[in-house]
């Protein structure tokens, strides 16, 4: 994401016609500019991941057709969004086919058809769930963790209980 809001300004830049002189490093992958602006490949895995605010959720909502399942994170009593996961995808053979550091809340991946186990962690907290992609629907997983950190953990202070 952070490639993304560097690559704006130059892109702008570039529509306006004027010349900027990027720093080495800074240069935003083929991948992450233009129309394909947050879609990413993870080893042959093409993903997007976020959502987290109206207008990114509305982003991701727009390349949704490019991808064939839908993984959402959320945590609590309210259902709050979970970002900042740890997220793998294993196929059927053992073989990983996405690895995120920071994924969420919306993650949408374009895989082959098959079974495949879809792992998070947040906060110390594992969830999985297995799901079948077919070739036709959007597959779904929504990945719930019932307490968030903030109801896991009481604030300790006047009146709390020991």
């Known amino acids: 994401m952070k490639l993304f809001f560097r690559a704006v300004p130059s892109i702008l830049m570039l529509v306006a016609g004027a010349a900027v002189a990027t720093p080495p490093g800074d240069v935003p992958h083929a991948a992450e500019v233009g129309a394909d602006a947050g ?4 080893q042959g895995t093409p993903y997007q991941s976020g959502g ?7 982003v991701l909502d727009r390349r949704l057709r490019q991808f064939n399942l839908r ?3 959320s945590e609590g009593r309210r259902s709050a969004y979970v970002a900042g996961a740890e997220l793998s995808i294993v196929d059927g ?17 374009r895989l082959p058809a098959g079974r495949y186990v879809v792992q998070a962690r947040t906060g110390g907290h594992s969830r999985q769930a297995v799901v079948q992609i077919g070739t036709a629907a ?15 953990a009481p604030a300790a202070g006047p009146g709390a209980l020991p």
């Open 52 to 58: 987290d605010g109206a207008e990114s959720r509305m």
């Open 39 to 42: 879609v990413k490949d993870w």
């Open 71 to 73: 993984i959402l994170l």
């Open 138 to 152: 959007l597959a779904r997983v929504h990945l719930h963790w019932p307490e968030s950190q903030d109801e896991a």
């Open 93 to 109: 053979r053992g073989q990983e086919r996405l690895r995120l550091t920071d994924a969420g809340p919306y993650v949408d991946v």
